[in-house]
């Protein structure tokens, strides 16, 4: 079996240690979808929301979310973000916005978590948003889909 990164050999819970690790460019993107009913779509893309423009709105949250991961995330590290980037991706004939979070650096350990954080809070925030119109909105495959430097190289999700 492995040895958990994050225990240390009397079982108590630790903060990986990076400090020997060299600083590497690092980039992680990740997405999410809000599946909605037409109606509601339609209503974001008009900007027709009594709460105001849910795109713009999402993406602000999605990056200062990312800025602030290691906040909300016991064991993840504060880090000097150099770029977050939130895209949506509307879908009118499915009824859904797809959401991708993209997060870079140069840093000593990666930025996955920045960017799950980025997708997932942008996700919530439409959601919010929209709530009093559509409570049936789900939020729905949330995962990494690429990840670039650091020991463990490139990552790219097999299936899209």
Not at 63 to 91: E, G, W
Not at 102 to 118: I, K, S, Y
Request: charge should be positive; glycine fraction near 6%.
């Amino acid at each position: 079996m492995s040895e958990f990164t994050h225990i240390d050999p009397d079982g108590r819970v630790r903060m990986v240690d990076v400090t020997e690790k060299p600083a590497s460019p690092r980039m992680a993107r990740a997405r999410a979808f809000v599946k909605m009913r037409c109606e509601t779509l339609q209503q974001i893309l008009d900007q027709k929301v009594k709460k105001g423009n849910v795109l713009e709105t999402a993406r602000i949250a999605g990056i200062m979310a990312a800025k602030k991961t290691a906040d909300i995330i016991p064991m993840c590290h504060p880090l000097n973000i150099s770029h977050v980037r939130i895209d949506f991706h509307p879908d009118v004939e499915k009824c859904v916005i797809g959401i991708e979070a993209t997060a870079r650096l140069v840093g000593q350990t990666g930025v996955e978590m920045e960017a799950l954080t980025a997708v997932a809070v942008s996700a919530l925030t439409v959601y919010d948003m929209c709530k009093s119109t559509d409570r049936e909105m789900e939020i729905t495959d949330i995962r990494l889909m690429e990840k670039t430097g650091g020991k463990s190289g490139h990552y790219r999700a097999q299936k899209p």
